[in-house]
């Protein structure tokens, strides 16, 4: 552990031993937990995102299979796993936290942005949740504090985030936008998708 690690880490124990005396150890029981709970809602919304994606090509067709018993979206599931399992590489906490903080406030001050965007282009459109308009906008505006002060606090890990973000632009061109692929391209995507279909018992949603 780092000093400021260790020195929060006493910050907590002393509060909860002034707050509840001998059933201060509690307090980290429902820390824990807290925590389980965070990662385990985390899983189930980033493998749905990218089940999502799937579905609408906007990643390999293999992402919007599911699981032909438990009816999971299984290959969604292992792709969150296994790049969370790369993100221990990073021995940092703290660099880590900025890392990624920075990259998930970015993505859904975007996402809520558009939501103003669309209530100008789209009115029109079909809404089957409408909040009031001054709602998305305090959101932008918070998001966008904690970004800019992100940048103010940890310029290199927030450039380092705006790196992670860049590296879906190659991706990004190659899936999506380079059209039509080579047909020998296309048939060793194909033969990944059978054989993952095979060796994780998968099959599509209809």
């Known amino acids: 552990l780092t000093n400021r690690t260790s020195f929060y880490a006493s910050l907590f124990q002393t509060f909860a031993q002034r707050l509840y005396s001998h059933g201060w150890w509690i307090m980290s029981i429902f820390v824990a937990l807290s925590t389980f ?13 990218f089940f999502v994606a799937g579905e609408e ?7 919007a299979f599911l699981h032909i018993h ?7 599931v292992v ?7 790369l993100y221990l590489s990073v021995t940092d906490l703290y660099k880590l936290m900025n890392y990624l903080g920075f ?12 939501v103003l965007i669309f209530r100008v282009t789209r ?17 932008v505006g918070m998001s966008a504090f904690l970004i800019i002060f992100s940048f103010v606090g940890a310029p290199m890990e927030s450039l380092y985030g705006c790196a992670i973000i860049a590296t879906g632009i190659p991706v990004y061109l190659l899936g999506i936008t380079w059209s039509p692929k ?9 033969a990944i998708t059978t054989g993952a279909q095979k060796a994780l018992q998968l099959a599509p949603q209809n």
């Open 57 to 63: 090509s906007q990643m390999p067709r293999i992402m």
């Open 103 to 114: 990259v998930q406030w970015f993505a859904i001050s975007l996402s809520v942005l558009i």
């Open 123 to 139: 009115k029109n459109a079909i809404r089957p949740v409408r909040v009031p308009i001054i709602l998305p906008i305090i959101y």
């Open 37 to 49: 709970g965070g990662v385990n809602g985390a899983m189930l919304t980033t493998s749905r995102i």
């Open 70 to 76: 438990k009816l999971t979206p299984l290959p969604a």
């Open 79 to 85: 792709f969150t796993a296994f790049f969370s399992l």
């Open 182 to 190: 080579p047909k020998c391209f296309q048939k060793k995507v194909d």
